[in-house]
């Protein structure tokens, strides 16, 4: 008996606004699909350079681990949703660690970046996930990022969600 693999979407998870309503939204959407929710929190090296990178970093990655998923589990509890949950917390940069980890999901969720940083965030995923990428707003709205032409060629033999 052949078992089918469950549906899952993957949601980067940031201390931002825009970062809670991006696992709200993304719970609600996994939900409503029936699908497993993936959060994945990124722990940037040299994020902080006034001291040293590899403490920086241990230090970061053991704060987040103690803190990401009670964060993330307390705004889902929140809205009052029920969703199949799996909290990740690694090391490295965001854009490639949410590719590395999108390619079995249907679909990547993030927040959206804060004007002030400009962040190429969405941009940069919508060309390397092999899924559609959705940013959401600190209010909830919603805008899927267009996957450019180069990157349909790249991955033509995947299936699209």
Known sequence: MTQSRRETILVGVSGSAAGAAAVRWAAAEAARRGARLHALHVVEHGRRREIAPRLDVRLDLELA??????????????????????????????????????????????GAPDLLTG???????????????????????VTYVDVPLRHIAKGASHARA
């Open 119 to 141: 962040s190429a965030l969405p941009s940069d995923l919508a060309a390397r996930c092999l899924c559609p990428v959705a940013v959401v707003g600190v209010l909830g709205d």
């Open 65 to 110: 681990r103690r803190t990401v998923p009670g964060r993330v589990a307390d705004i889902i509890f929140r809205a009052g949703i029920e969703v199949d949950l799996a909290v990740s917390i690694v090391t490295g940069g965001v854009v490639e660690q949410l590719d590395r980890e999108s390619t079995d999901a249907s679909l990547v969720v993030v």
